[in-house]
């Protein structure tokens, strides 16, 4: 089946550096792609509507200037969590659906690990 | 779903009992709903869907009910295995925004031998 990938699976930097999350599909295009943030122990809260090709739609709340989306291809969303700060530690997971309406064609990523320090 | 924050719910289940998952929702315009299921450090992993012109959904080993009235959704897990040892999420979303989901707070299961 239709696969997304997600990378890096786990990173570490140091505050006031930029993280690059990148998410692939890998055998289908996606003109649309979610980005969600998880927190220990919590449920995945959306934080953007990632669009091939114009500006990504931001949840309230989520800084925009703090995480940049670029959706340049029907295959690739990156997701830059700028000047990242111990606070922005969290799993990061994208998902990615092909054309229709049916679950078995919405994919999430493995999930990124972001450890801040 | 209703994502309440840091509270996650456990329910510890006996190796070959069924579990009953609960969760509520909070949109009456979702018209999907799908459960996930989630390992330590992994994505969710699709477990099965159901829509709103629907009640009731069976696949292997699993059933989702859906009561539209009072917005809740529950997720039966027949003969539970100790593979079924998880998070899992009900998420709901709506025929004009498909693919953005709103998840609920989570349940751990727990199987004991």
């Known amino acids: 089946g239709a696969v997304v990938s997600q990378h890096p699976s786990r990173v570490i930097c140091k505050s006031g550096t930029s993280v690059k999350i990148e998410c692939r599909s890998l055998?289908?295009?996606?003109?649309?792609m979610f980005w969600y943030r998880q927190f220990p122990k919590q449920s995945l809260m959306l934080m953007a509507t990632?669009?091939?090709?114009?500006?990504?739609?931001?949840e309230q709340g989520v800084e925009k200037d703090k995480f940049l989306i670029n959706h340049a291809s029907l295959t690739l969303s990156t997701l830059t969590v700028t000047s990242a700060h111990p606070e922005d530690s969290s799993f990061y997971i994208c998902?990615?659906?092909?054309?229709?309406?049916?679950?078995?064609?919405?994919?999430f990523g493995s999930g990124t690990q972001l450890s801040v320090l | 779903g209703e994502s309440v924050g840091l509270h996650l719910p456990t329910l510890s289940v006996q190796e070959g009992d069924n579990s009953i998952i609960n969760c509520a929702y909070s949109n009456s315009a979702s018209d999907y709903f799908i459960w996930y299921k989630q390992e330590s450090g992994k994505g969710p992993q699709f477990i099965i869907d159901i829509r709103s012109n629907m009640d009731k959904r069976q696949g292997q080993r699993v059933t989702v009910l859906l009561n539209k009235t009072v917005k809740h959704l529950s997720l039966q897990i027949a003969a539970t295995q100790p593979g079924d040892s998880a998070v899992y999420f009900c998420?709901?979303?709506?025929?004009?925004?498909?693919?953005?989901?709103?998840f609920g707070a989570g349940t751990q299961v727990v199987v004991t031998p």
């Open positions: 055998d289908f295009q996606a003109t649309t």
């Open positions: 998902s990615a659906y092909t054309t229709g309406g049916v679950s078995e064609k919405l994919f």
């Open positions: 998420a709901d979303s709506s025929t004009d925004s498909w693919g953005k989901l709103q």
């Open positions: 990632s669009n091939e090709g114009s500006k990504a739609t931001y």
